[in-house]
């Protein structure tokens, strides 16, 4: 038949069916476990787990009690790294996720360890009578999704305590955002420095 003489109900039941089958690929592509909108902690890496990430147990260690687990076994949550990471980066733990009333006690990267049984590491805090490691701090984001219409954006970031510059992995990403521009993840810049970002797929 020729391609002219195809009737104009026919066209778009074959139009609605090409368009029901790019809708399915999406759900199907969206089925992969990965998360668009986040990134790997410390990093500008989607977090797609198993594909560019894995998960840590992190215990948190209590170093005035010969390093032992906090709570019935040890208190710990999920932290994703980098697939490839053989180092956890103990400052990009977010503040909520230490046991209540402890601090982190070292900021140098820890050893992840795998027994077999799980794949760990061990993070050393102390109760939060001692003056604290790190500090959040306010910083600047410019949403130049449309660049016609700037927007400005407060977030924070955990740095050293007493720290005056900030790294880009450091920086609590707003949830659907993602840095604009080649920025260097362990860069320092002043902490009046505006990052410059965009919404994800814009």
Known sequence: ??????????????????????????????????????????????????VTSKQVKIIFADVDNGGAGIGNGGDYYEHPVLKDATVVDPTTIPVDKFPEGY??????????????????????????????????????????????????????????KGATTVMPKQIKMPEGYEFYGNYKMDQPFELTMTFVVKKIGS
Do not use: H, Y
Not at 33 to 46: A, C, E, L
């Open 103 to 160: 601090d982190l006690a070292d900021a140098t990267p820890v050893e992840i360890i795998d027994n077999g049984n799980m794949v760990f590491a061990k993070v050393p805090v102390k109760k939060g009578t001692q003056t604290p490691l790190t500090e959040e701090v306010e910083i600047s984001l410019m949403d130049m999704t449309k660049p016609t219409q700037p927007a400005t954006i407060k977030t924070t970031a955990t740095i050293q």
């Open 1 to 50: 038949m020729r391609l002219d003489m195809i009737s104009r109900r026919r066209f778009l039941k074959s139009a609605g069916a090409a368009a029901l089958a790019v809708a399915a690929a999406g759900v199907l592509a969206g089925c992969d476990g990965g998360d668009s909108s986040s990134k790997v902690p410390g990093t500008d890496t989607p977090n797609v787990p198993e």
